[in-house]
């Protein structure tokens, strides 16, 4: 019979730990090891609803795993994770995920927002921390130090994601699109962008146009129009985006700047078929919706999102909306739990925290236990990015979120064109 895992190593330890057992209570002794695993999350600052999210996504997977028996090949290791936030500023980002990883994390995670995440991405690398980012669409973290590998200026790879890059949201974006125009028998022709001029919104906005250009789909980009990630006033953006005379509006938001942007949008009666985001947060999210209501009806974004016809997601959901005080399980709070799912499954197979030996174990990754919309179980390729990951298209219906494409993930049929109010 096989013996079980973790008993060679207990009985190689029985006559040391006699020694000193008069020391050390057999309660004690019995504890099962901690594995420390940093996140560095946005809780404070315009982004702090996102990053709260994330965080409680986070701490749910982690909860869920202990209780589970945590991880088994290491005789049950609990997950234990070891919180910090960025405030919304990368320089803190990476100061904080130095300071976790002093604090003895063995793994990190988290980031969110593109900018924190290289940050960190370059420190985990120098560190050689492990580190699965669970949130970001930025291409460059990974990318780059996939190149820098190849061209052998560095050893081995220790950052990966699990989050669909830029390409991925462009594409989609245009396809969803296309799709759902002719599915609603109409074609829009004018399509105006406004973004956030930071690296996220600048890669997700140039995606989206090469992803045009290469469908040749049959909508026109006639204008793209950059505002700034902290803007407190976009009237002068949103008034040159009327003067395009635009069938569809497509912003690349930042959440305090969703809620500017669509204020203003009706303040300057911008009357559109639609308004569609190619991908970003501010759009779904639960306190937007409740701030901006009736303006935020119908509203689309091809984002990543939870997908709620897996009995995984119905199971956490509630949950997770009583322990957050009425937040829906949404993008963030899904891709920060799967996230966290995706190392326990690593941990599982590596049976160490030995960061070259977990990095050998992301490489065999094809994990299936996830709970966002996807085309397949995570795994990671040469760049190490997960071609799996997908996006949906969300919609505002009756106040709350709903995907509505592509066919096989909808939860409800779309609204298109808008109504007129």
Known sequence: MAMPVGRRAFLRGVTASAVGATAFPSRLRAQPRTIKVGMVSPVSGPMAEVGQDSRLGAQMAAEAINAAGGIKSMGGARLEL??????TKPEVARSEAERL?????????????????????????QRRVPYIIDITAADAPTANIAKSVREGQQKLQYV?????????FGRNAVRYMTEIFREAGVSPKRVVVLYSNDLFGKTQTESFQVAHKAANPGFEIVD???????????ATEVSRARSAK??????????????????????QRVD?????SPGAPGLYET????????????????TVYANYRLPATQRIAPEYL??????????????????????????????????????AAVKKTSFAGGVTVSTGPVVFNETGDNPNASTAMLQILGQKPKVVWPKEAAEQRFVFPRPKS
């Open 101 to 125: 990883i002093n604090s003895g994390a063995q793994l990190l995670t988290g980031g969110y927002h593109s900018a924190h995440v290289a940050s960190i991405a370059a420190l985990a690398q």
């Open 160 to 168: 990966y994601r699990i989050f669909p890059g830029s390409v991925t």
């Open 82 to 87: 070891l919180h910090a936030d960025s405030e």
């Open 272 to 276: 559109v078929m639609g308004i569609i």
């Open 224 to 234: 793209v129009i950059p505002y700034p990630e902290n803007a407190v006033d976009l």
């Open 322 to 359: 009583k322990r957050s005080g009425g937040r829906n399980f949404d993008a963030s709070a899904a891709y920060s739990y799967e996230g966290v799912l995706v190392i326990a499954d690593v941990l599982e197979r590596a049976a160490t925290t030995d960061p070259d030996a977990v990095v």
């Open 287 to 302: 306190r937007q919706i409740q701030q901006l209501k009736e303006r935020i009806e119908y509203v689309m974004d091809c």
């Open 246 to 267: 635009p069938d569809i509006i497509a912003p690349v938001t930042r959440p305090a700047t969703a809620i500017l942007l669509l204020d203003e949008l009706v303040k």
